[in-house]
């Protein structure tokens, strides 16, 4: 029988076979890794906890080993409920500072969590007023948070703004008191910054389809793009977005379309790297395992538009993976997948069989008259065949093909 350290000695010795990025080279991107990601324990509705808690001084020692060069983390996720603004507060996040400082690293987001406690029972936009006066000094002690830990960004999920069943809340009136806790922090940050002579934070908006609430009242990037520019927001220039990769594909979405929708808008301030299955739960598997070459296409995109980041790891170390495996396989390989599809989408920039297939396709059939059907279908047919083409080369890219790598049973 092996024991727990020969287990653990297996597993180093195949992680090492498998090879790896040093920690210098992930500190060259802008990935960040969260509190609540490397803390999770792989507890959930039907599932027992299979790993034990760490805390942040751990996580944030073992991120820099790594090489994950970020932090970032829910006030509630190092801070109990019942301590939020108090003196306890002060000491704990000076902690965080102090364990930041000493492992080199940066808290680049803070974001508040309004689902987990049940103050939250009807959200943070709830009937009561006292409910939402306490949601407004929630989302302004994590601007707080954040300029004393030097982020830039704070995000908001609004997952329990909805409801289980209808009728009970009238939709307009809940994303109106909604907006006025966002115009809050957004406002409270504007003074704190001048105050601090920092900059204002971007503040990012999450959208996720299902869950908690059955039904979402912004459940789509898309929905939220609309939010931000309705005319409820004092300050829709500080408000953007936080997609996350599965949170979208789980609606069905294209997120390589959604993520083109954002930053069409400007919006696309932060993103929320993982993967998972199409009209599934949010199983936040690791970037690449389920869908590496939809991924590779979405780093194509980015990098064209000249996004390098915030790439927050927001997946869940599976339940089967121990709590040695979460820093010794989980978090490097995720951000290993990640750093190699991002170079990867460089070289699908730089191919000259796709350059020169798209730089053909832009050009057309040259056909000058507009109104001649018959000549623009008959003058594109054979060119729009790059379209195929240009799919099997990405896939050859992603696969090591044109770079000589071959398969074959000869
Ligand atoms: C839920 C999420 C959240 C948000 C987080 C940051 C727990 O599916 O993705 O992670 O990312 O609240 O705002
Ligand atoms: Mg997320
Ligand atoms: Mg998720």
Known sequence: MLTEKDQQALISRLSQACGAYSPQTRRKYFISGPQWAAAYEGHALFHAPTRPPVSFEEVIRNYAEIGIGYWTTHDTDVIPTEAIGTDRQAEIVSRIRQALDQHGLQCSMVTTETFHHAVWAAGPAAEAPEVREYAKFRLCNTVDIGHELGASFAVYWPGSLGYQVQGAIEETQTLRWYAEALNAACEHDIETARRKGRPTLKHCLEAKPFEPQAE???????????????????????????????????????????????????????????????????????????????????????????????????????????????????????????????????????????????????????????????????????????????????????????????????
């Open 216 to 410: 979402i009242l912004l459940p789509t990037s898309d929905a939220m793009l609309a939010f931000i520019s309705s005319g409820l927001l004092t300050h829709p220039e500080m408000v953007g977005l936080n997609p996350e990769y599965l949170h979208e594909l789980m609606w069905g979405a294209a997120p390589r379309a959604a993520l083109a929708r954002a930053l069409l808008a400007g919006k696309l301030f932060h993103f929320d790297i993982n993967d998972g299955y199409r009209l599934k739960h949010d199983v936040d598997i690791g970037i690449g395992l389920v869908n590496p070459l939809d991924w590779l296409n979405v780093l194509v995109l980015l990098r064209s538009h000249d996004y390098h980041g915030p790439f927050n790891l927001d997946f869940k170390p599976p339940r089967t993976t121990s709590a040695f495996g979460v820093f010794k396989v989980s978090f490097p390989t995720a951000v290993d997948r990640f750093i190699t599809l991002w170079e990867m989408a460089g070289e699908v920039l730089e191919d000259p069989v796709i350059g020169e297939a798209t730089a053909a396709l832009k050009a057309g059939g040259g056909v000058t008259d507009p109104r001649d059907v018959e000549a623009i279908v008959r003058a594109n047919q054979e060119l729009l065949t790059l379209h195929e083409l240009i799919a099997h080369r990405i896939f050859q890219i992603l696969i090591g093909a044109h770079r000589g790598r071959t398969f074959s049973i000869a």
